[in-house]
């Protein structure tokens, strides 16, 4: 029997005003997962009504009051594990491994933001007129939309609301149509178990063919004061459009064509299983994951040859068995997706050295090809599947040069025993992240995470979350009457 879930507005869980709903998928079996309400916009007015409403109270909260809502949701969610690993299996065909590291990660990101809620903010100025305090002190902005996506639910849906709600402001998170659970329900279940107050955070889901119009609505309501957005670039063009039309501050992490370099220092062994991890993690599926393997010339054959054998052995298929490395993408339209680049790339001279050929449903082989051209879609297109480019490079130059021919720019690896000499690389890469001696993927709560570029501007993570959700304001205080010239 599939869930059935309705909106979250105003700390109430209510149909659509239209009584229709939307069917979640499960991208493995084909079946119903769950049934959502499918909003329209005189729901999503409704839930701005809801959240401007709970503004002022949530944002003069005392904010140990509210750091302890915080850190026991952060707690809450640590024991949810095995609940979110048959959702995000059952929504998004995520394996168990990457469901706990989705719970760790997005308990930590809620224990950061509540440390950041306490944390001292603002600055003392100094005054030009005799007597006077001048003070810079950070202000929420209002109500933030929030768009969470479906690759990294949890993560990315606790992600796309705590630095928000951290900062003062209350939310209206629009979830992925893809997985509407793990990334907006389940979360606003486990902060409210926690203790967050009715209105505050409110969850709209909607039908595919609704989401151009519902993002639309929330994002021209005068009264949503910010927007931040994760998913890809060519929506998230439209998200920024739509907030600057309207003057409101956006935070967009968008799509990457990653690379990870290989110099010719590295450590094969070490290069061959990070750039696996890189590459497969998530079938793929993650804004960081490598598309791009660059590797010198000296190392090539001989990491080729280790790569694509670790690569033919990864199982995959059914992301409940425990040993599937590559489960099925988000839904097989993804998987045909990739198999066309594949295609595509094959048909213009790429040699495909392990993989290829026709999905089983939603689930693509993992897959290495060589040789590929300028040409082809593939050598610019971001794969976003279990599918990855070798390519060999004489010298520094050629690899920073390849690693910056393309209109992304979220992250780079760079494999190396020699720091100074990654570093030196890794100054030249133009991504807003770079792990030297690591590989691409990866994520800390208290970092700057977002890219330049193609791939988006605005950090989340850290005090640079917190600041992008809130104003500074200058406030002065005279200590003594001042004297006018009339």
């Known amino acids: ?11 109430k869980h209510v149909p659509a005003a239209s009584g229709r709903t939307t069917e979640d998928i499960n991208p493995y079996t084909g079946e119903v997962y769950a049934t959502v309400a499918a909003a329209g916009p005189q729901d ?46 059952h929504e998004a065909g995520g394996t168990r491994p990457w469901a706990y590291f989705n719970v760790a990660l997005a308990a930590n990101i809620l224990r950061e933001a509540a440390a950041a809620i306490t944390a001292p903010r603002g600055e003392v100025l100094s005054a030009q007129e005799a007597g006077t305090l001048g003070l810079a002190v950070r202000e ?24 928000p709600l951290a900062a003062g402001n209350t939310v209206v998170v629009k979830p992925s149509e893809d997985a509407p659970i793990a990334c907006a329900l389940l979360i606003a279940d486990v902060l409210r178990e926690a203790g967050l107050p009715d209105g505050v955070l409110n969850v709209v889901t909607n039908a595919p063919q609704d989401a151009a119009e519902i993002a639309e609505v929330l994002i021209a309501d005068p009264r949503v004061r910010a927007v931040n957005f994760t998913g890809s670039t060519g929506v998230g063009r439209i998200i920024g459009t739509h ?17 990870v370099i290989v110099l010719d220092d590295a450590d094969v062994d070490y290069a061959v299983d990070a750039v696996t991890f890189s590459v497969f993690m998530n079938s793929g599926q993650i804004c960081m994951s490598c598309d791009r393997i660059l590797v010198h010339e ?29 489960g099925p993408l988000v839904a097989a339209s993804a998987a045909r997706r990739v198999a066309a680049l594949v295609k595509d790339a094959v048909a213009r001279g790429a040699t495909v050295l392990t993989g290829g050929g026709e999905p089983e449903g939603a689930v693509h082989p993992p897959t ?31 690899a920073v040069a390849v690693a910056n021919d393309t209109d992304n720019g979220l992250t780079c690896g760079i494999i190396t025993e020699n720091a100074t000499h990654g570093l030196a690389v890794g ?38 979350g917190i600041e992008a959700f809130s104003n500074t304001r200058w406030v002065t205080i005279a200590t003594q009457q001042a004297h006018y010239p009339f």
Not at 244 to 258: I, S, Y
Not at 316 to 321: E, K, N, Q, T, V
Not at 441 to 460: I, L, T
Request: glycine fraction near 8%; charged fraction near 20%; include cysteine.
């Open 140 to 163: 929420p902005l209002g109500v933030v939309a929030a768009f969470a996506p479906w690759n990294a639910p949890v993560i990315l849906g606790v992600r796309a609301v705590a630095a």
């Open 243 to 259: 907030a600057a039309t309207h003057l409101k501050p956006a935070v967009l992490e968008l799509g990457g064509k990653n690379a």
């Open 427 to 464: 100054r030249r890469v133009r991504t807003g992240i770079v792990h030297i001696n690591d590989q691409s993927v990866a994520d800390e709560p208290h970092a700057p995470f977002g890219g330049v570029k193609a791939s988006g501007y605005g950090r989340f993570g850290g005090r640079w």
């Open 1 to 11: 029997m599939p869930l059935t879930r309705e909106l979250l507005i105003g700390g």
């Open 298 to 326: 000296a190392l090539a054959e001989e990491f080729t040859r280790k790569f694509t054998a670790k690569v033919a052995s990864l199982r995959a298929g059914d992301p409940a068995h425990p040993h599937t490395v590559v």
């Open 44 to 89: 999503v007015t409704r839930a701005v009504d809801a959240a401007d409403a709970a503004f002022p109270e949530w944002a003069a909260l005392a904010p140990f009051a509210r750091r302890a809502i915080f850190l026991k949701a952060a707690d809450l969610l640590d024991a949810r594990g095995e609940q979110v690993a048959e959702i995000m299996a």
């Open 368 to 398: 290495v090809l060589t040789d590929v051209p300028k040409d082809a879609d593939l050598y610019y297109a971001e794969a976003f599947g279990p599918v990855c480019v070798i390519e060999a490079f004489a010298d520094d130059d050629t």
